[in-house]
């Protein structure tokens, strides 16, 4: 201010400050410090989610591959022939070696398209707690895979050796000729001759021939269906395995009765402890006159199931059931003309042989002449067709252990059309 005036000067501000304010107006390093404070975890998060993700992603591939592999296995049992169970404890032991953490394992099964195959449906379940996932939802994560394998096609067949390991399991010699219509041979035998012929002058003809060992023929093998006997291939199921014989306690409980019983055509049945409609014979049964049997179920406990010469023996809807080493001979120059039922708990079988008798021979020789429609079904005994025996005039399907035919025995038949036997059937992954 100057001296001797009254006005004063403004007083100049200093740059300085004013610089300072805008350099601090201006400096964005904390806004960026304080972005990157609020994105980071979430972007760390998103890294986590995405690496979670991927790991549930792949825990998916590895159950859908135990899912098909356990599909496929099911349905190669269920082409054997195994049940529910079966089929079950397969598909749960095959997942599990193929790193299934068993949660919720269902095994279903239906008929497919075609005619005569089937579908195996196998549907696996995980549970599994939640890794990052887990600071935003508390529930587990759970991973579901679903299979499905197919069973089909195959041929027919009428005549199928049940043993695993038999020499000639299914032998054709001497001077037979077997004449199989529309269908084919199976032997299950392991053997290098499963299926043997050893005569130049034994004759048959078939579809095919399928054996799990190998097969030994000779130029009197005609093959209608295939080029050569298709060897090495799985073994065909016991297409009767499921069907319960009866309990021999309530067989025993039975009266016996003998041919001059039913010799009376008013005969009635007894009946098995369950209900089931029942006639016993003990010690064997000679059929040597003229006999016509109803409908119905008959039991041979023990000794021979013999027809001679002479006699004549028919009956429709009939089950001979041979139980306590009891045997079939039909011997001589018997007529036969005996056929299966169609429908009950042995419905499709002419002969059934307990599961208890092995190594019972059963046989069909001399010159009797025989009808015998429906299945001969000896699972643990042989069936031998020999001499001058005929089996012509029905569909007749044999199902044993081992069967042979030899001599100047000949056979004429096909498929049954209902109780079929299929063979050389495929397994395929469909979904």
Not at 238 to 260: G, I, M
Request: glycine share 12%.
């Amino acid at each position: 201010m100057r001296k001797g005036n009254n006005v004063s000067e403004p007083r100049k501000t200093s740059p300085r400050p004013r610089r300072l304010s805008r350099a601090f107006l201006e400096d964005d390093v904390g806004a960026v410090a304080v972005i990157a404070a609020i994105v980071f975890p979430v972007l760390v998060g998103a890294m986590g989610l995405g690496a979670e993700s991927g790991y549930w992603y792949m825990e998916s591939r590895k159950l859908q591959h135990a899912a098909d592999v356990s599909a496929h296995a099911a349905a190669i049992r269920h082409r054997a022939g195994d049940q529910q169970s079966g089929l079950e404890s397969t598909a749960l032991r095959i997942a599990r070696a193929s790193g299934y953490s068993p949660g919720t394992l269902t095994v279903g099964t239906k008929p497919g398209l075609s005619a005569g195959s089937s579908k195996i449906t196998v549907e696996l379940t995980e549970t599994h707690p939640r890794l990052f996932s887990s600071v935003f939802i508390g529930e587990p994560v759970t991973i579901s895979a679903r299979a499905v394998a197919e069973v089909k096609g195959g041929s027919k067949a009428c005549v199928l050796a049940l043993s695993n390991a038999a020499s000639g399991a299914v032998t054709v010699t001497g001077s037979t000729q077997v004449q199989l219509s529309g269908c084919s041979v199976v032997s299950n035998s392991s053997a290098a001759d499963a299926f043997l012929m050893k005569n130049g002058s034994a004759v048959m003809s078939t579809d095919c021939v399928y054996t799990v060992g190998e097969a030994v023929t000779t130029t009197g093998l005609t093959l209608t269906g295939c080029s050569e006997p298709a060897e090495r291939v799985p073994p065909t199921a016991d297409p009767f395995a499921s069907v319960a014989e009866p309990d021999k306690l309530h067989v025993e409980q039975l009266p016996c009765r003998t041919l001059a019983y039913i010799s009376d055509s008013a005969y009635t049945f007894d009946k098995l402890a369950n209900g089931t409609p029942a006639i016993r014979f003990c010690g064997g049964l000679d059929i040597n006159g003229t006999i016509a049997l109803k409908p119905g179920l008959y039991i041979i406990d023990g000794g021979d199931f013999t027809v001679t010469a002479g006699a004549k023996l028919t009956g429709e809807g009939v089950t001979l059931f041979f139980t306590n080493g009891a045997a079939a001979k039909l011997l001589g120059n018997g007529d036969i003309d005996l056929s299966a039922p169609t429908t009950g708990p042995f419905a499709g079988l002419l002969f059934f042989g307990s599961r208890r008798d092995t190594g019972v021979a059963h046989q069909v020789t001399g010159n009797s002449e025989s009808s015998l429609e429906g299945n001969l079904y000896i699972p643990t005994g042989s069936i031998d067709f020999t001499g001058n025996s005929t089996v012509s005039g029905g569909c007749t399907q044999i199902v044993a252990d081992q069967i042979t035919f030899t001599g100047n025995s000949t056979m004429e038949t096909c498929a049954s059309p209902t109780d079929e036997i299929v063979v050389g059937r495929t397994v395929s992954l469909v979904e």
